[in-house]
């Protein structure tokens, strides 16, 4: 899962979960597993009306199949699209976007998910919480004691998780703020204009700002940055607080962000589809109309919001 968040340019709208996505109920099978509607196994029993569309002919989904095949077809919609029950596809789809082998995308195209990945982050604290390895009212100083010389410690240490969590810590955003967390220009930062003349450049800047930031180069300026408010007293979207919350949860479990992901979330959900931001998995390169992601390999990208 993955995907960057608050963008001043338009995204397109993708259904990023390549899974047996809809909604999908606990049924048991022999193995104890819960088990999910199998995609890539129904589209083969689908009518393929054209291209990347695949069509369940059941007469009590005609209503429905022709409301979406309006959608993909009449309307600029651009990506995936799959809807199912638990148990069948109802329609599936793959339109107007290139994959990274340039092929129109299909229903099971993987996507980068997006801030929608800050839910994990969240449940992976709450999970931790649960079992009594963390309370929400910690306070930074308590994990990050190693970082008391920067400039701006007795402050920021003072935020705590829970404020993290609600976008009320008052750290600059060090994707959307570049100027207030990093002290550099937006033209020389990721969030660069030329990307908006050209977006398939996107993935060449992004490589070239954070390839050396490291978990310690950002923890060390966001200790050093000035907070734009007093902790709690306002809220404000901020990448920088999830990126920090995906630090605790290393910290924390004694595991990387994506394995206690994997263990908490992802396997017990049976989601075999998904993975939590790792670097070689996206197949969806969003060509043309959209931003590149099928080089970017930055260490940003493997945290919480890619």
Known sequence: MKGFAKRSFSFVLVFSMILGLASCKSKKKDNGLSSCTNVEKQLDSLKNVEGNIWVNEDKKYETLVNLMLYEVQETDFRGSMIVATDDEVIFASGSRLLDIDGNEVTPNTTYELGSISKSFAALCILKLQEEGKLSLDDELGKYFPEYSSCA?????????????????????????????????????????????????????????????????????????????????????????????????????????????????????????????LASDDVTASMKPGGMDVSSRDDKRKRRYSR
């Not at 800047?205 to 300026?221: E, S």
């Open 152 to 276: 701006n410690f007795e402050n920021t240490s003072k935020v705590t998780i829970s404020q993290l969590l609600h976008m009320r810590s008052g750290i600059p955003d060090d994707m959307n703020e570049p100027d207030l967390f990093w002290g550099i220009e937006k033209k020389d930062s990721w969030l660069n204009p030329t990307l908006f003349v050209n977006p398939q450049k996107q993935g060449e800047v992004l490589n070239g700002f954070y390839a050396n930031v490291d978990d310690d180069t950002f923890l060390n300026q966001a200790f050093t940055t000035e907070l734009i408010y007093e902790p709690g007293s306002k809220a404000s979207y901020s990448n920088s607080n999830y990126w920090i919350l995906a630090i605790i949860v290393e910290k924390i479990s004694g595991k990387a962000y994506n394995d206690y992901v994997n263990e908490v979330i992802l396997n017990p959900c049976n989601m075999t589809s998904s993975s939590s």
